[in-house]
């Protein structure tokens, strides 16, 4: 059984909204949100529209279960692409990323190798170097990475990760919005 009243405080939480600044954009009042919040009352369907729609939401993703959501990943869930020809591979950590804000991949440099040059796009890339040592080329500019060092920067030039060392590399990369 779904509770409405503890669905509709969830999303008014989440949304850093009052009671009140909920009731305003409702014309509803305060006091029945309150109650319709603890399971004191029933908003009729077109009342219960009215705060989906200042929630942001609609009636069936209000409704929807998402309580199958997968929230922890195996190496089985994974997904692996080997690019022999450039020297590295991608493991997707958690697969279907791009219907997420962000992708965060684990890549494998072989020494000599590199990652596909990746264009400049909208959002922000951070990455963190688990074992070995790249160069960041942003652009024009390099910057040398160890073991422990880690990035962030916005994607507004060509960029992409090079292995000059004897070792290999293996670096978490996380990219907003999903790129890879």
Not at 2 to 31: C, F, N, P, V, W
Request: proline share 6%; hydrophobic share 35%.
């Amino acid at each position: 059984m779904t509770d409405i009243g503890d669905r509709i405080k969830r999303r008014r939480l989440k949304l850093g909204l009052t009671q009140e600044e909920l009731a305003a954009r409702t014309e509803l009042s305060k006091g029945f949100i309150s109650q319709v919040e603890r399971n004191l009352t029933s908003p009729s369907i077109a009342t219960l529209m009215d705060i989906l729609e200042a929630l942001g939401m609609d009636i069936s993703d209000f409704f929807a279960k998402n309580e199958d959501e997968k929230v922890v990943f195996t190496p089985d869930d994974m997904f692996v692409k080997d690019d022999e020809e450039i020297g590295s591979s991608i493991c997707w950590l958690v697969p279907n990323a791009q219907k997420n804000a962000l992708e965060p991949i684990l890549v494998t440099i072989s020494p000599g190798g590199s990652t596909c040059p990746d264009d400049p796009h909208e959002g922000e890339e951070f990455g963190y170097v688990l074992s070995g040592s790249v160069t960041l080329v942003l652009g024009l500019r390099r910057f040398r990475l160890k073991k422990g060092d880690s990035f962030c920067f916005n994607p507004t030039e060509e960029h992409y990760l090079i292995n000059n060392m004897q070792r290999e590399a293996r670096v978490i990369w996380v990219a907003t919005p999903p790129s890879f």
